[in-house]
């Protein structure tokens, strides 16, 4: 079995890989168990010193992590950069804060002393998608880390690159050789690794069916899991919402990533009162977008990741006209190479049209009308997924009531487009997963929460 990177801006392959035979990534395991069992010995102070090396890593060389998230997954270089700063970020914020996050817990009782301690677990496999080939490697990794344990990496086949490089970030930080590996294994492979003794919890960020089968077997394991699956963020525009801003927000959310973010916005609610307007401004913005080269200049959105993706968009896209949605913009496959799709903008959608009740992993928008704010907050909780959403309108005390009470989802904004920040949890719930990452939350997902007493 050998991984192949993939250019999707010319469809060449330009990179091969060996891949692991199942017995080889169960060496790998022990090895990584044993230096594990070192590390969580170590002081806060000590690991903190190295994240910062991380960090310190990650900014330098930068562009050149993006030049490889370009050439692998089609991100625009400015967006990579930006990928691989904000790790070192996360590798900052954890190093300052993961010890105030962890320290023991007092707890008054009858005893002489009761206290609350978080310990490592073990090792943690992360099983992880290509859209974020480095973050979300490191939103999981760095509080790992830092809370003790140690970390396996099996990330996506087309980003074999963008695997090896992290986990050589984490040697050159000074990290011992073999706590951080990535797993040069198949999907097929991954549930002899979460069936290891050695291996304690299982992390998982990807589709409702890779979630799917995850969870269960880690499940019939009794191993922790944490889950990030897909999104069909809703975007609320209120009749009171600024046009020009709400237009904004909602271009900004929805091309993210080139469109490819579980937390990108995805169906746009717009109050009838509101649409015209609305609609006429978002379609001018969207049409303004430069699709392009990911290493050119300029360029805003580029390939998506993969070509099966891009075929998977069109055809959402075209069953959704077909049944009565109404294209304002894009809808057409390049003619050109390269895995593009144009930013599209879909109005009139409806229950029963995919761009409706599917997740739309690429620059797709989908505009469905509601008749006031009651029939808004029922269309965006009519899905299966519960991860983002964002409500836009002038009055801040009716968004936030809205956000906080209405939105059945993890991540609520107010008249800004929902992101991750490593100092807030992020995580979903109903069929975009369980568990929280980031913050003083996510740290404490893969830890021993110890009671002890002493009378």
């Not at 809205?402 to 807030?424: C, H, K, L, T």
């Amino acid at each position: 079995m050998t991984f192949q990177s993939i250019n999707p801006t010319t469809g060449e392959p330009f990179a091969t890989y060996e891949g692991w035979s199942t017995e080889e990534a169960q060496d790998v395991v022990g090895k990584v168990n044993r230096d594990y069992l070192s590390w969580r010995r170590t002081d806060f102070e000590h690991r903190a010193s190295l994240m910062r090396n991380a960090a310190e890593i990650l900014n330098k060389k930068a562009r050149e992590y993006a030049q490889l998230m370009a050439e692998e997954m089609g991100k625009p270089l400015h967006d990579g950069v930006a990928e691989a700063e904000k790790c070192a970020q996360a590798c900052e914020f954890f190093a300052n804060n993961a010890k105030n996050f962890l320290t023991r817990h007092p707890i008054r009782t009858e005893a002489r002393r009761t206290f609350v301690t978080f310990n490592p677990i073990g090792v943690v496999l992360a099983v992880m998608p290509c859209n974020f080939p480095f973050w979300q490697v490191f939103r999981f990794a760095v509080p790992s880390l830092m809370a003790g344990n140690a970390a396996l990496l099996k990330h996506a086949s087309n980003v074999p690159g963008c695997a090896l490089a992290i986990e050589q970030i984490f040697r050159d930080s000074g990290f011992p050789e073999n706590l951080v590996r990535t797993l040069m294994i198949t999907s097929k492979q991954v549930e002899a690794v979460i069936e290891h003794p050695l291996v304690r919890a299982v992390t998982l960020t990807g589709s409702g069916a890779a979630g799917r089968a995850v969870a269960s077997k880690a499940g019939a394991m009794l191993k922790k899991t944490v889950l990030e699956l897909g999104g069909s963020d809703p975007y609320l525009v209120l009749e009171d919402a600024d046009t020009d801003s709400a237009a904004a927000i909602c271009a900004r959310g929805r091309l993210l990533n080139s469109g490819q973010s579980c937390i990108a916005a995805k169906r746009f609610i717009v109050v009838e009162k509101a649409r015209p307007a609305f609609e006429k401004r978002f379609v001018e913005l969207m049409s303004q977008t430069k699709m392009g080269d990911p290493f050119e200049h300029g360029t805003e959105i580029g390939p998506l990741a993969r070509h099966d993706l891009r075929d998977t968009l069109h055809r959402q896209v075209v069953a959704s006209v077909g049944k009565g949605a109404r294209l304002l913009l894009g809808g057409i496959v390049p003619n050109h190479p390269g895995a593009y799709y144009p930013p599209t903008v879909l109005t009139e959608v409806r229950k029963g049209m995919p761009a409706y009740e599917e997740e739309l992993f690429g620059p797709v928008a989908a505009i469905i009308p509601a008749l006031d704010e009651t029939e808004a907050i029922a269309v965006a909780n009519d899905t299966p997924f519960g991860l983002g959403g964002a409500v836009i309108t002038r009055d801040l005390a009716r968004g936030e009531r809205i956000a906080e009470f209405e939105i059945e989802s993890g991540m609520v904004f107010v008249n800004d487009n929902v992101r991750s920040d490593p100092r807030v949890p992020f995580g979903g719930i109903k069929e975009s997963g369980y568990g929280r990452e980031l913050s003083c939350y996510g740290i404490r997902e893969f830890v021993n929460i110890k009671t002890v007493m002493v009378a």
